[in-house]
């Protein structure tokens, strides 16, 4: 590297900065990495937000300069290196462009060949991106405002030409129309494949080769969930420092390849909503959890098959190293085992043994021609050429070893040795003593203090015949590897398709693997409103306790039972109970089966949680403001098929105003036509509850718990019915606060309770003015269908204060 390029990297990588001379008196700054070492210097300047750019030599040396380019440029979306790669992950590359605040996307992973394009607006913009979490967005005609660390491309002048978007699809995948890419009628979507693959092309054309296809999709196809839900449910991180432990995902990955990894990545963050495709994940599901014996055995030969996807798309690169073509050999042969697995087994398994493809000509290639271990590239017997070079040399060599004897026998010096130096090659050395013992076809090459050394034709023959043979081997081997990858690249396609077919295999058996030894049960999925689970558990928490865990019930229906407030004390299980309704729901809808004894699931389009306080410091906002924020969003995408998890809504504000907001929102929810979401509503406010007396579709729930020696012990059962303590106090005990302020605490709760005992909400809010009141004919006004949660919060704050007046 040199110039500017020079010093970032030297300060980037740690390494010396040096320089060269250039022209007298001119000094350009220099550094260097180890060649054999690049892969690893590269990842890092990748990290480090840089692009790379490769150039290769790409003319033959002679006199004058030597002929280089740039052949590849590496970015943090276009890598391909295994080291630079996390196997269970995808590494996509996106593009985004937007028309009146419409948008298109368009996404990759050349480690594997998958493209992808969608249309979508805003909202759904943003929960794809969060959900494909790609390491590289570019965007054209898109504020940087709506997507974070996204690269503009508004500057490149082809970028800012729609029309050449669909000329340049139809140009790298040879079509005629976009019809049969499912883009024809996508003006969006069409134009963000084009820039992606334009990009592509610009920066690495070889990994065009392995894109031979788009998916195109509808987000409306999948149940939607926004990077709140994500976050709140711990799909695949969790905890504050986020990290994969504590995980859904770290529960229900057994998988024994890395592309079934990253296939369950991806269906756990697309739940479906099409119900025959759910049922068609839960028969292959089943058969495979009825029967053991068939899930071991297709799990210990899927540990042979390794990453296929990735070496698949390393053949249609032409770029897989003879390791590879190793393990590409034991997968194919695990496959043919696989195969005869399946293809005796009840459907659907027969079914998904057809979309295997053993590649039998490919595998026996491989068996001709690769080695199977050793520097060796090519089998002896594979190539009459090279065996008969391999063959010369090994003549040569044996040729030379029995020299010594042969020459002592012949000259009668026994003390004549055959020596070799990188000056004078291979040579006889006797001593001067034995002058009169050395014969006239000896040439004297060299004389020493005490010997001689000298050559024979015959040596000098065999000499070349030895030190050539070794560059005529790795230059006809070379040669013949090409030949085979060539033909190799002929099946690539089959091998990739065979890849995601055992994708799709190995999350089959992991889910089934999880829900035999968890005790999980298969849901019935159906087209009603009604979500009724018995005995139903958290998934995760019920993997990290020592203690057993206390499965519960939950019964959701549009009809009776639309809302269920839940009350009940701190850490008695409220946020654990959301959480596991949710996350059933969502294991249903991925094709899994689901911790309870009975579940039946009406589908649902989307899952809203709202669960948690936090602060966004940098955007200014409180946790009112947040809370308030997201809950906004939530009700303007919610519909009667959504599920909306809800914990702790309003208690960011003082008590009024938060009993208000969340009396507000639960009559909203509960009349408004559109909504009627399924919910389960968590909350403080016991005053809330009084709300099941008015609403018929509200039912009351709590976490019952009790109290035994002045202590209160936490059942985990949920059970009808509101609570009514909240066991404060004691939750600050078992938290390790000070005997003083306990003691204090408990005294001002009684002196509190004595002077104000607990009022029913109506009573709370006898401060209500006549009914001839300002405020009144204010609220008389309002069109509650219409107003929105921040609208509904300031117009609160212009009562109070025309209260105080």
């Given at each position: 590297?040199?110039?500017?390029?020079?010093?970032?990297?030297?300060?980037?990588?740690?390494?010396?900065?040096?320089?060269r001379e250039f022209g007298k008196g001119h000094r350009v700054p220099m550094c260097g990495v180890p060649h054999h070492a690049a892969p690893t210097y590269i990842g890092r300047l990748i990290e480090a937000g840089l692009h790379v750019a490769?150039?290769?030599?790409?003319?033959?040396?002679?006199?004058?300069?030597?002929?280089?380019?740039?052949?590849?440029?590496?970015?943090?979306?276009?890598?391909?290196?295994?080291?630079?790669?996390?196997?269970?992950?995808?590494?996509?590359?996106?593009?985004?462009?937007?028309?009146?605040?419409?948008?298109?996307?368009?996404?990759?992973?050349?480690?594997?060949?998958?493209?992808?394009?969608?249309?979508?607006?805003?909202?759904?913009?943003?929960?794809?991106?969060?959900?494909?979490?790609?390491?590289?967005?570019?965007?054209?005609?898109?504020?940087?405002?709506?997507?974070?660390?996204?690269?503009?491309?508004?500057?490149?002048?082809?970028?800012?030409?729609?029309?050449?978007?669909?000329?340049?699809?139809?140009?790298?995948?040879?079509?005629?129309?976009?019809?049969?890419?499912?883009?024809?009628?996508?003006?969006?979507?069409?134009?963000?494949?084009?820039?992606?693959?334009?990009?592509?092309?610009?920066?690495?054309?070889?990994?065009?080769?392995?894109?031979?296809?788009?998916?195109?999709?509808?987000?409306?196809?999948?149940?939607?969930?926004?990077?709140?839900?994500?976050?709140?449910?711990?799909?695949?991180?969790?905890?504050?420092?986020?990290?994969?432990?504590?995980?859904?995902?770290?529960?229900?990955?057994?998988?024994?390849?890395?592309?079934?990894?990253?296939?369950?990545?991806?269906?756990?963050?697309?739940?479906?909503?099409?119900?025959?495709?759910?049922?068609?994940?839960?028969?292959?599901?089943?058969?495979?959890?009825?029967?053991?014996?068939?899930?071991?055995?297709?799990?210990?030969?899927?540990?042979?098959?390794?990453?296929?996807?990735?070496?698949?798309?390393?053949?249609?690169?032409?770029?897989?190293?003879?390791?590879?073509?190793?393990?590409?050999?034991?997968?194919?042969?695990?496959?043919?085992?696989?195969?005869?697995?399946?293809?005796?087994?009840?459907?659907?398994?027969?079914?998904?043994?057809?979309?295997?493809?053993?590649?039998?000509?490919?595998?026996?290639?491989?068996?001709?021609?690769?080695?199977?271990?050793?520097?060796?590239?090519?089998?002896?017997?594979?190539?009459?050429?090279?065996?008969?070079?391999?063959?010369?040399?090994?003549?040569?060599?044996?040729?030379?070893?029995?020299?010594?004897?042969?020459?002592?026998?012949?000259?009668?010096?026994?003390?004549?040795?055959?020596?070799?130096?990188?000056?004078?090659?291979?040579?006889?050395?006797?001593?001067?003593?034995?002058?009169?013992?050395?014969?006239?076809?000896?040439?004297?090459?060299?004389?020493?203090?005490?010997?001689?050394?000298?050559?024979?034709?015959?040596?000098k023959e065999y000499e070349a015949l030895v030190l050539g043979a070794d560059e005529r081997i790795a230059d006809l081997e070379h040669a013949l590897f090409k030949e085979v990858l060539a033909s190799l690249h002929n099946d690539g396609e089959?091998?990739?398709?065979?890849?995601?077919?055992?994708?799709?295999?190995?999350?089959?058996?992991?889910?089934?693997?999880?829900?035999?030894?968890?005790?999980?049960?298969?849901?019935?999925?159906?087209?009603?409103?009604?979500?009724?689970?018995?005995?139903?558990?958290?998934?995760?928490?019920?993997?990290?306790?020592?203690?057993?865990?206390?499965?519960?019930?939950?019964?959701?229906?549009?009809?009776?039972?639309?809302?269920?407030?839940?009350?009940?004390?701190?850490?008695?299980?409220?946020?654990?109970?959301?959480?596991?309704?949710?996350?059933?729901?969502?294991?249903?809808?991925?094709?899994?089966?689901?911790?309870?004894?009975?579940?039946?699931?009406?589908?649902?389009?989307?899952?809203?949680?709202?669960?948690?306080?936090?602060?966004?410091?940098?955007?200014?906002?409180?946790?009112?403001?947040?809370?308030?924020?997201?809950?906004?969003?939530?009700?303007?995408?919610?519909?009667?098929?959504?599920?909306?998890?809800?914990?702790?809504?309003?208690?960011?504000?003082?008590?009024?105003?938060?009993?208000?907001?969340?009396?507000?929102?639960?009559?909203?929810?509960?009349?408004?036509?559109?909504?009627?979401?399924?919910?389960?509503?968590?909350?403080?406010?016991?005053?809330?509850?009084?709300?099941?007396?008015?609403?018929?579709?509200?039912?009351?729930?709590?976490?019952?718990?009790?109290?035994?020696?002045?202590?209160?012990?936490?059942?985990?059962?949920?059970?009808?019915?509101?609570?009514?303590?909240?066991?404060?106090?004691?939750?600050?005990?078992?938290?390790?606060?000070?005997?003083?302020?306990?003691?204090?605490?408990?005294?001002?709760?009684?002196?509190?309770?004595?002077?104000?005992?607990?009022?029913?909400?109506?009573?709370?809010?006898?401060?209500?003015?006549?009914?001839?009141?300002?405020?009144?004919?204010?609220?008389?006004?309002?069109?509650?269908?219409?107003?929105?949660?921040?609208?509904?919060?300031?117009?609160?704050?212009?009562?109070?204060?025309?209260?105080?007046?």
């Open positions: 590297m040199f110039g500017q390029d020079a010093e970032r990297a030297a300060a980037v990588l740690q390494i010396v900065l040096t320089s490769i150039c290769d030599q790409v003319g033959e040396p002679g006199n004058g300069l030597v002929a280089r380019q740039v052949t590849r440029v590496i970015t943090p979306g276009t890598v391909i290196d295994e080291n630079l790669l996390k196997p269970g992950s995808n590494n996509y590359i996106a593009f985004v462009v937007e028309d009146d605040k419409d948008f298109g996307l368009a996404y990759a992973d050349v480690s594997t060949g998958m493209l992808a394009s969608c249309e979508a607006d805003a909202a759904a913009l943003r929960r794809e991106l969060s959900r494909i979490d790609a390491r590289e967005v570019l965007t054209i005609g898109v504020e940087l405002g709506q997507i974070a660390s996204a690269t503009p491309k508004d500057d490149h002048p082809w970028f800012t030409d729609p029309i050449t978007g669909s000329e340049t699809v139809k140009r790298l995948f040879s079509v005629q129309s976009l019809e049969g890419l499912g883009l024809d009628g996508r003006p969006l979507a069409t134009r963000a494949v084009g820039c992606l693959l334009q990009y592509l092309e610009d920066t690495d054309a070889s990994s065009l080769h392995v894109l031979t296809g788009v998916h195109v999709y509808s987000t409306t196809e999948f149940m939607e969930l926004d990077g709140f839900t994500r976050t709140n449910l711990e799909l695949e991180v969790a905890g504050r420092d986020q990290r994969p432990d504590g995980s859904l995902l770290d529960v229900l990955d057994q998988t024994h390849t890395p592309m079934g990894a990253r296939r369950l990545r991806e269906q756990l963050g697309r739940p479906l909503i099409d119900i025959q495709r759910i049922k068609e994940r839960h028969d292959r599901l089943a058969a495979l959890a009825d029967d053991p014996k068939l899930r071991e055995s297709l799990q210990a030969n899927l540990d042979h098959v390794g990453d296929l996807e990735r070496l698949a798309n390393q053949v249609l690169r032409a770029s897989v190293s003879v390791i590879g073509v190793r393990h590409l050999a034991a997968a194919l042969e695990a496959i043919t085992e696989i195969n005869d697995l399946l293809l005796p087994a009840a459907q659907p398994l027969s079914d998904l043994g057809k979309r295997l493809d053993p590649c039998t000509g490919a595998r026996e290639l491989i068996a001709r021609a690769v080695t199977d271990q050793g520097e060796r590239l090519i089998k002896a017997g594979y190539s009459q050429e090279l065996d008969k070079v391999a063959s010369e040399a090994t003549e040569a060599r044996e040729w030379i070893a029995n020299l010594e004897r042969r020459e002592r026998e012949a000259t009668g010096i026994k003390t004549l040795k055959v020596g070799y130096n990188r000056v004078f090659g291979y040579y006889l050395e006797a001593g001067r003593t034995h002058a009169d013992l050395v014969p006239e076809r000896f040439q004297r090459r060299q004389t020493l203090a005490n010997t001689e050394r000298y050559i024979t034709p015959d040596l089959r091998m990739l398709r065979t890849a995601r077919a055992l994708a799709a295999l190995d999350v089959a058996a992991s889910l089934a693997e999880v829900s035999a030894r968890h005790g999980y049960v298969r849901p019935e999925i159906h087209a009603g409103d009604e979500l009724r689970v018995e005995a139903g558990r958290h998934p995760v928490v019920e993997m990290s306790h020592s203690e057993a865990f206390v499965p519960n019930d939950v019964h959701l229906d549009l009809e009776q039972r639309q809302i269920a407030i839940l009350t009940g004390p701190n850490m008695a299980g409220k946020s654990t109970y959301l959480r596991q309704v949710a996350l059933i729901t969502l294991l249903a809808q991925i094709g899994s089966f689901v911790p309870a004894t009975n579940a039946s699931i009406g589908l649902v389009d989307r899952i809203f949680t709202r669960v948690g306080a936090r602060d966004d410091l940098t955007a200014g906002a409180s946790t009112f403001m947040v809370e308030m924020l997201e809950l906004s969003a939530i009700l303007a995408q919610a519909t009667p098929r959504s599920l909306l998890v809800l914990d702790e809504i309003g208690r960011g504000t003082s008590t009024y105003d938060g009993i208000s907001v969340a009396r507000a929102l639960i009559e909203h929810l509960h009349n408004h036509p559109r909504l009627r979401a399924k919910t389960i509503f968590a909350t403080h406010y016991h005053e809330l509850t009084a709300v099941a007396a008015t609403l018929p579709r509200v039912h009351n729930l709590n976490m019952a718990a009790t109290e035994q020696d002045g202590h209160v012990v936490f059942l985990r059962r949920v059970v009808p019915g509101s609570a009514d303590r909240s066991f404060g106090v004691h939750v600050a005990e078992m938290a390790g606060l000070p005997p003083t302020i306990i003691r204090r605490a408990t005294a001002i709760l009684r002196e509190l309770e004595a002077e104000s005992p607990t009022k029913s909400l109506t009573s709370q809010l006898d401060f209500l003015p006549p009914t001839d009141h300002p405020v009144l004919e204010l609220l008389g006004s309002l069109d509650l269908d219409e107003l929105t949660p921040l609208e509904a919060l300031n117009t609160l704050y212009e009562l109070r204060r025309t209260l105080d007046q």
